[in-house]
């Protein structure tokens, strides 16, 4: 059986994928359906009546082990998360470790030359033509007709101000832009009145971020604690599901990003609320929210030098995000719970973890457990690349940060196959450039070419 991490992972009950050959069944018990990939051959309806009983079992079982879990992570009870995870992992056997959805790879071609220097100078306009295009946010806005969340705002932040340090002839467009989302992101704080980058309280939203809050105003609203929950159109409490740390912790980091770029202590100071809103928020069993809190409160102990910022986001780290990662067996270093165990994810907790080891002294005592983790969890997935690239966003995030890791936790991240990982996202990346597409995000696209000028590519 594999070994969950020092702590444990969630699994949403209900779900479970189980191959048979070339059949792939997903098996939405807690929803009463059952998918097929393919009708199941003749004869098999006993095997599938077999498999959906033993998924109902598993879902069964798993229930009030989840409830233990998230209870023991609210107290922070470190020897309630190891029980927790231990018997978390004899439900989970040999389904830990993959993820809820099969990874689809897209191909990569062989061989592309890296972008010439006469390249670069345009290299981001597509990009800056893209978000003029799709631009929604505007100071005074109706929170409440959204179809976006904050996090996008943000990711234009990090892009414009990583790609404006290779593009001089760009620089104060990219800084213009940068600082009017930055400028929203404070206005939605300021609304929100708690010091969380909010989220808007839309009803009935259909994209995956908007059917996950409404989950969460929906169960408000059956409990009657739906009002204290929301302000001027903004959902500021997730009632324990942790899902506000999501773009809390990417709107804080670019608001430090930008702090950083132009001195304005307006973004500090933002920063910083945002920060000390994660410091009191309970962990959950969702690692990779847990995450996003561990990452805003390494950046701003970088930013600040204040050490109980990086107290707290190695207490999060320890409890929050390193208990479900497996440590043994044929997936070891994935992430056990399939949600958690798909790429996007993945890599979401290896740029937090890689955050936090980048402003941890040499000398911490905790500092080897995170770099385990790190390392563990790039072997686990960089050699996927050679298969293509299941998710080029938060993977490219994550292995430029990794890649500019200090010398002395450098070491130990050797021969874990970023260096090839990056190779192949380059491929990716400017082979879809010179093909007239964006190839990744504002973000990630302009991080993309911030790390190839620092490598002199």
């Not at 470190?78 to 231990?86: D, G």
């Not at 003029?132 to 990090?158: C, H, M, N």
């Not at 686990?380 to 998710?391: H, L, T, Y």
């Amino acid at each position: 059986m594999p070994h969950l991490g020092p702590n444990a992972p969630p699994w949403r009950p209900g779900r479970r994928w189980r191959r048979r050959g070339w059949q792939m069944l997903w098996l939405g018990t807690a929803m009463g359906s059952v998918w097929l990939a393919q009708p199941p051959a003749p004869g098999a309806a006993q095997e599938l009546a077999t498999v959906v009983a033993e998924s109902h079992s598993l879902s069964a079982g798993l229930e009030p082990l989840q409830d233990r879990l998230a209870i023991a992570l609210r107290a922070a009870d470190e020897e309630a998360i190891r029980q927790a995870v231990a018997k978390l992992g004899e439900l989970l056997g040999d389904q830990a470790g993959v993820p809820e959805v099969p990874d689809t790879d897209e191909p990569v071609p062989a061989a592309v030359l890296p972008l010439r220097p006469e390249e670069f100078p345009r290299a981001y306009d597509a990009s800056i033509r893209l978000i003029e295009r799709r631009k929604w946010w505007s100071i005074g806005l109706d929170p409440t007709t959204l179809k976006r969340p904050l996090r996008e705002p943000a990711g234009v932040i990090e892009g414009c101000l990583a790609a404006r340090k290779g593009i001089p002839d760009r620089a104060d467009q990219l800084l213009a832009m940068a600082r009017d989302a930055g400028d929203f992101l404070i206005w939605a704080q300021n609304q929100a009145g708690t010091g969380v980058v909010p989220f808007p309280a839309v009803r009935g939203g259909t994209s995956p971020a908007f059917a996950a809050s409404e989950q969460v105003l929906k169960r408000a609203e059956k409990d009657g604690r739906l009002a204290p929950m929301m302000r001027s159109g903004w959902l500021i409490d997730d009632a324990l599901d942790g899902g506000l740390q999501f773009d809390n912790g990417l709107g804080g980091v670019a608001l430090i990003h930008l702090h950083e770029a132009t001195g304005d202590n307006s973004y500090r100071q933002a920063a910083i609320a945002a920060a000390d809103w994660a410091a009191t928020r309970p962990l959950v069993p969702n690692w990779n929210y847990n995450s996003f809190s561990v990452y805003l409160l390494a950046e701003v102990h970088r930013l600040t030098g204040n050490p109980k910022y990086l107290a707290l986001a190695v207490t999060k780290a320890r409890l929050g995000v390193l208990p479900g990662q497996l440590t043994s067996g044929p997936r070891a270093g994935r992430w056990a719970d399939p949600h958690n165990a798909r790429p996007a994810y993945h890599y979401i907790m290896v740029r937090a973890l890689a955050a936090l080891a980048a402003v941890m002294p040499a000398e911490d005592p905790e500092l080897p457990a995170i770099v385990a983790a790190i390392r563990l969890a790039l072997l686990a997935r960089n050699p996927d690349f050679q298969q293509g690239v299941s998710n080029a966003e938060s993977a490219m995030e994550a292995l430029v940060l990794v890649d500019r890791l200090p010398p002395h936790v450098a070491v130990s991240l050797m021969h874990c196959q970023t260096d090839e990982a990056l190779a192949t996202l380059e491929r990716f990346a400017v082979g879809g450039f010179r093909a007239g597409r964006n190839p990744l995000g504002p973000g990630a696209w302009g991080q993309w070419l911030e790390h190839a000028r620092r490598r002199g590519w």
